[in-house]
């Protein structure tokens, strides 16, 4: 009777691997175990309610079917449902399910179990709203409890499910045709356009793609196509002028305002903006600015800053954005190994209330790991409370339903790509540029002494006894540079460190590159990682790349630029930094293909982090102009590289005048 939808199932089967890959071949990861199961049972004892659930679950995988199997799902059999009692019915009323029975404890139960379930005193019926989280319930009604469903019910569960999955499917998407407005100044990649598809579909939705698959990119193509000025963009304070070079990059034209602590000007005299940028931790000091400017559309990047909702940014956060119809958060950890962290982005996304509200989210997804005896002490605590006070939720710790919630997350408003889901779209290298903002005082400090040095250098003799007096004055600069180098790459430190721990909290690995010692043994030091550079025995460095490309507990190595940026296959890495820069491209390019050459499995991501408007930008400006030159010479430090960063830094230095000697 179920012959076809069984050799169905068994093709997918034969090509599933259990997920363990991405190849778009064979089940996904929630339905493997059903499928495998269902390849396992002969036909003659299946059940009705498996035969249906089998033909439910192969509406996802009809494409797959067609075109690798020849088979098409709109002709398979069509299980029928049990004949059920006329006096258990489900059928649709007033815009919901309404379901009659003679009174049962274990069928009211169940019942309960729903979303939003609720006892119609008047009507004297149960009603479930018509949603997604209620299938289950229904198909336990039908084939367990021999429930009658007419046929408005039952087209209504079938598109139900069908629209499950079609936002399942679109969650996962590598590409689409998807075409934005005109006037966006990047082209977007197929997963991208994917992506921004889905996010526009669903207005308010969480991008979880893991680093470097440009959730930048695809959150301002969202503000973009949804035409969403203002638009307020909520960042650390770090990645502001990040977000500021990439926004006007991106939307040409549009006015872009960075926020910070300094006194605004009253709202009549604030000049207006198109794209506000802005940090977290001074939105409750700006709070009544930021309403003023009436935002349509907000993007709270690394959306993890808020998973605390006891932390005055999130409350603040969660009150300004109050009234705003477009929301988008990012963030490549969304801690779904702890769903109470969640619960606070789900409700800056006001998308809680999709998931049941915050009792039946916790209750379904979240376990409280303690004795029963230690929650009832701290329930007590306050004894005019109701003894069934929810505890409090740093409580709740523990996780279940993780499957449930994925594909619930999925269906509702929540993106996830990682780098090998995307692999065959991605350019095997991708180099990306970080600007960091420094202390600009601190910074211009350091850069004032450099610049009165390299003025006095030029102008003080060289010993008559020097045979090369312009070698000389080169290695004098040189020196100086370098040591501006070592003192702003002290400065950068911090955001350095965060952004590295960033990376490793998505359990990658990563190469970090220096060029002075003191970057090395600092950063080395903060996260107990090897260093590799000129001291490193010979022995202890095969040891060090060897751990980092067989052991998957070791996720970073410190190299240094010169003294192991050859020789070495480190092809385990995801991502490569450099903190400093060399003096050529080979330095750099040498240094790239430690995880860039043959045996390179996956996508691999090259950042350089640069801080702003520093001897950092003048080398990098150096180097890139040099890459574009033909067969030009890359080695050794060459002295027009010196003199194009001379030149910046005394450009910038306002030079004193000498005193002209009194007159008599």
């Excluded at 269906?411 to 202390?439: F, G, H, M, N, Q």
Aim: hydrophobic content about 40%; charged content about 30%.
């Amino acid at each position: 009777m179920y012959e076809d939808i069984k050799a169905a199932v068994d093709a997918i089967t034969a090509t599933c691997d259990w997920a363990s890959t991405r190849d778009g071949v064979g089940f996904n990861g929630a339905d493997a175990r059903f499928g495998h199961l269902l390849t396992g049972t002969p036909v003659i004892a299946w059940t009705p309610k498996m035969a249906f659930r089998a033909w439910l679950m192969l509406r996802k995988y009809r494409k797959q079917l067609l075109d690798h199997h020849n088979i098409d799902y709109d002709k398979l059999t069509v299980p029928e449902i049990p004949e059920g009692s006329t006096s258990k019915t489900i059928r649709i009323d007033s815009g919901k399910y309404a379901l009659t029975f003679p009174y049962d404890v274990e069928t009211k139960d169940l019942i309960k179990e729903g979303k939003g379930a609720r006892w119609n005193r008047e009507l004297r019926q149960w009603e479930l709203p018509i949603n997604t989280e209620n299938i289950p319930v229904l198909l336990n009604l039908l084939f367990d409890r021999g429930f009658y469903i007419d046929g408005t019910a039952m087209d209504t569960l079938i598109r139900s499910y069908e629209r499950v999955q079609e936002m399942i499917a679109a969650s996962t998407a590598k590409s689409s045709d998807f075409e934005l407005k005109p006037g966006f100044g990047f082209e977007l990649m197929p997963f991208q356009r994917a992506g921004v598809e889905y996010a526009v579909k669903t207005k308010r939705c969480l991008i979880a793609d893991t680093m470097g698959l440009g959730k930048t990119i695809e959150a301002l193509a969202f503000i973009h196509q949804l035409s969403g000025y203002p638009a307020l963009i909520i960042c650390p304070a770090s990645l502001k002028l990040n977000w500021k070079r990439e926004t006007e990059k991106a939307l040409p034209g549009k006015t872009v305002s960075v926020w910070s602590t300094k006194k605004l000007k009253t709202r009549e005299t604030c000049p207006k903006t198109d794209i506000v940028i802005i940090n977290y931790d001074i939105i409750h000091k700006k709070e009544e600015e930021l309403r003023a400017l009436h935002p349509v559309c907000v993007v709270l990047d690394e959306s993890h800053y808020i998973k605390n909702s006891k932390a005055r940014r999130t409350k603040a956060v969660k009150s300004l954005l109050n009234g705003i119809p477009y929301r988008l958060a990012l963030t490549g950890t969304p801690v779904l190994n702890r769903p109470i962290e969640l619960v606070p982005q789900l409700q800056a996304l006001d998308r809680l209330n999709d998931f049941g509200g915050w009792k039946h989210f916790t209750d379904r997804y979240c376990t409280i790991p303690m004795p029963e005896r230690m929650r009832e002490a701290i329930r007590k605590q306050n004894l005019r409370k109701a003894i069934d006070t929810p505890p409090p939720t740093m409580m709740y710790t523990g996780a279940k339903n993780l499957s449930e919630l994925n594909d619930k997350l999925r269906a509702t408003c929540y993106i996830r790509r990682k780098k090998e889901d995307v692999l065959t779209e991605l350019p095997e290298k991708r180099r990306s540029v970080i600007p960091i903002e420094l202390d600009e005082k601190k910074y211009a400090d350091i850069e004032t002494a450099t610049a009165l040095r390299l003025f006095e250098i030029e102008e003080e003799e060289v010993d008559e006894k020097v045979k090369n007096p312009q070698l000389a004055r080169f290695s004098m600069q040189l020196t100086e540079i370098e040591e501006l180098k070592q003192q702003t790459v002290e400065l950068k430190l911090p955001f350095i460190y965060e952004w590295i721990e960033s990376v490793l909290e998505n359990e990658e690995k990563l190469l970090i590159f220096v060029w002075h010692r003191a970057a090395g043994n600092a950063i080395s030091e903060r996260f107990n990682v090897p260093y590799i550079n000129g001291d490193t025995p010979v022995n202890k460095r095969q040891e060090y790349v060897d751990s980092f490309q067989k052991d998957p507990d070791t996720r970073m190595l410190v190299l240094s630029i010169k003294a192991a940026g050859v020789g070495l296959t480190l092809t385990e890495a995801s991502h490569i930094a450099f903190i400093e820069l060399g003096w050529t491209p080979a330095d750099m390019d040498q240094a790239e293909d430690r995880g860039h050459r043959i045996g390179l499995k996956h996508a691999l991501n090259v950042w350089y982090l640069l801080a702003a408007d520093t001897v950092d930008e003048d080398i990098w400006n150096v180097l890139e102009a040099k890459r574009k030159v033909v067969n030009q010479a890359t080695d050794g430090i060459q002295k027009e590289a010196v003199d194009s960063v001379v030149s910046a830094i005394k450009g910038r230095f306002k030079r004193p005048r000498k005193r002209q000697p009194a007159k008599k």
